[in-house]
C-alpha cells in the first residue's frame, strides 16, 4: 500500500521523481536536495467502495438495459414474472463464469444465479 514519506532532513513532503538514466523510482524533496530509492513501484492507489444502495440500483438498472440478452424461459421466484435478463460473470471469491437473472418486473428487480 502507498503511504506519504517525508524527508529526512527537513520533514517536507517527498514527490516521486523518475530516474531515467538508472531505470528507477525515487522520491525526492522539492526543499531539500535529498532524495531516496523507492521500496515500491505503487505512486498512488484509489481504492473504490461501494455502499449496498450503489450495487442494487446497478442490478436494478441492468433489467432495463436493451443490450443484454431476456429470456422468457424462467420465472421470477419472487414475484412470478416471466420475463428477466441474463448475463456472465464472476461471483465473489468463486472462480469461472456463473449465469445471474434479473427479474425484469420493475416493481421486483430480484436477483439470482443459475
Keep these: 500500500m502507498s ?49 449496498a444502495a450503489e450495487r442494487t440500483q446497478v442490478l436494478q438498472d441492468v433489467a432495463g438495459d436493451p443490450t443484454l440478452p431476456r429470456t422468457k424461459t424462467v420465472k421470477c421466484a419472487q414475484c412470478g414474472h416471466p420475463e428477466a435478463v441474463f448475463f456472465q460473470a464472476t461471483a465473489r471469491g468463486e472462480e469461472g463464469m456463473t449465469l445471474f437473472f434479473v427479474c425484469c418486473n420493475t416493481n421486483c428487480g430480484y436477483r439470482w444465479r443459475d
Excluded: G, S, W
Design 3 to 51: 503511504t506519504m514519506k517525508f524527508c529526512r532532513e527537513c520533514n517536507n513532503i517527498l514527490y516521486p521523481r523518475e530516474d531515467r538514466e538508472q531505470k528507477k523510482l525515487l522520491f525526492a524533496c522539492r526543499n531539500c536536495e535529498h532524495q531516496e530509492v523507492a521500496d515500491n513501484n505503487c505512486v498512488y492507489r484509489n481504492e473504490v467502495h461501494h455502499t
